[in-house]
Nanobody, 120 residues
Framework: QVQLVESGGGLVQPGGSLRLSCAASGSIRSIYTMGWYRQAPGKQRELVASITNGDSTNYADFGKGRFTISRDNAKNTVYLQMNSLKPEDTAVYYC??????????????WGKGTLVTVSS
């Protein structure tokens, strides 16, 4: 019943910016930590950034100073602002969240991903 849907991916030139969004929907009681992961072809999925329900943030080293994670609790949405993008940022970006539904205990959910391509 609970779903995460990402949006905002696309093609951008090196040095450009993109803003990803992830909206949670369904029978939601509470949303705890939300985060962004990414996976390039042939590579393992890696954490990009996370944010708790108390707004504490955590970033991978490659994203510090370039990426900003934020959330809008009223909209059940988490964002990832990506600036100064590099070709190596090219990957499928996945939304992740720990969610307490109205019927289940806390579970971890994944979105289907949105593709970000950084190329000139």
């Amino acid at each position: 019943q609970v779903q995460l849907v990402e949006s905002g991916g696309g093609l951008v030139q090196p040095g450009g910016s993109l803003r990803l969004s992830c909206a949670a929907s369904g029978s939601i009681r509470s949303i705890y930590t939300m985060g962004w992961y990414r996976q390039a072809p042939g590579k393992q999925r890696e954490l990009v950034a996370s944010i708790t329900n108390g707004d504490s943030t955590n970033y991978a080293d490659f994203g510090k100073g370039r990426f900003t994670i934020s959330r809008d609790n009223a909209k059940n949405t988490v964002y990832l602002q990506m600036n100064s993008l590099k070709p190596e940022d090219t990957a499928v970006y996945y939304c992740n969240a720990d969610i307490r539904s109205l019927v289940y205990g806390t579970m971890n959910y994944w979105g289907k991903g949105t593709l970000v391509t950084v190329s000139s």
